[in-house]
């Protein structure tokens, strides 16, 4: 679906790209989604260096549109103000979804969140290093608490933005069995204390805050965080668990297939654009797919490392090449048979 034929509720089209000129209007929320934290604030300018880094450099002749279900689910997301749960093998996109979405609508750099078996929700809020403070405290009189205070990636996102940040949440399925649950009433208010500064509101009303954006510094009132537009939330998962019913109940779901011929062609030549990309490029991408068919699954990121050495010439030189690109598409699974 493309062109005059997307649906006009539709916000994001798929394709990656930079608005040509202002940001579209954004939606507006359900009435049970509203949210009225203040003062707005502007999201920081975008991080252009990690989007081409991420995506490859913008191009239409490149930018390979997205299947329908995929956007259809995105958009519904995006106006119901509810997190995405992105499911598929690795390598299959996931995590590059938030990172299109940012760029396409104009949100400002993604802000990232990788999760790990030791994770707590503590760790995406903020962190407070009372060592320090307590340290700093036996060289200057009354030290400011702010400069000890760093919001976290979910703690940044929501800050009241007047446009929302995309928080991407990456493989919850790797994280302790309680962390979703926990994030279910925040993600259901959109708002958090920080409880040090709750304990000194009545003196110190306004401080000054670390966020997680390189360099960024926020005011935290009272000691309270309330979004103003919801984040764009996306999670994802590589399947490894099951999440609990209400958990899910508060997602929307996307499963992301492998991808096709056409889109890893555009995915190719978004990242070479800037270099010769060898002339059986096309030979090597249907390879690529025949192999990870059989396989069982191979990432974007294993065919983008071949073509990178098949620049250098081993494609059509180097005698060992079928054996340098056999090691390079190792199946990501150990388990079962081939």
């Known amino acids: 679906m493309s062109g005059a034929e997307n649906p006009a509720w539709w916000v994001y089209h798929g394709h990656g790209l930079p608005p040509a000129g202002e940001p579209p209007a954004w939606p507006e929320p359900p009435a049970w989604r509203t949210f009225d934290g203040g003062p707005a604030l502007a999201p920081p300018a975008a991080d252009d260096a990690e989007f081409v880094r991420r995506l490859g450099a913008p191009s239409a002749a490149s930018a390979a549109e997205a299947a329908p279900d995929e956007i259809m689910r995105v958009n519904a997301a995006l106006h119901l103000r509810r997190p995405l749960l992105v499911t598929g093998k690795p390598g299959t996109g996931k995590s590059t979804l938030a990172y299109k979405i940012a760029r396409e609508l104009g949100l400002g750099p993604v802000l990232r969140w990788p999760i790990s078996s030791r994770t707590v929700s503590q760790d995406g809020l903020w962190e407070y290093d009372a060592i320090g403070r307590v340290q700093a405290a036996a060289t200057q009189a009354g030290p400011d608490i702010g400069g000890f205070l760093r919001l976290g990636p979910l703690g940044t996102a929501l800050l009241p933005y007047d446009r929302p940040r995309v928080l991407l949440i990456d493989e919850l399925d790797k994280s302790d069995i309680d962390l979703p649950n926990d994030l279910l009433s925040v ?7 920080i409880q040090p500064l709750t304990r000194i509101a009545a003196t110190q009303p306004e401080v000054t805050v670390f966020t997680h954006d390189r360099g960024g510094r926020a005011v935290v009132r009272e000691g309270h965080v309330r979004c103003r537009a ?7 998962s590589n399947g490894e668990r099951e999440f609990p019913p209400a958990f899910l109940r508060r997602c929307l779901r996307l ?3 492998p991808p096709n011929l056409d889109q890893l062609v555009g995915m190719v030549a978004a990242h070479f654009r800037d270099r010769p990309v060898p002339l059986r490029a096309q030979d090597l991408i249907r390879e690529f797919l025949g192999t990870s068919e059989r396989s069982g699954g191979l990432a974007n990121d294993q065919l983008l490392n071949a073509l990178h050495l098949a620049t250098s010439g081993a494609y059509e030189r180097d005698p060992s090449w079928e054996l340098l690109r056999d090691a390079l598409w190792e199946r990501l699974s150990t388990g079962g048979s081939d």
């Open 230 to 236: 919801f984040p764009v939330v996306i999670v994802t």
């Open 255 to 257: 499963r992301m297939p």
């Open 187 to 193: 993600f259901e208010d959109g708002d958090y204390e």
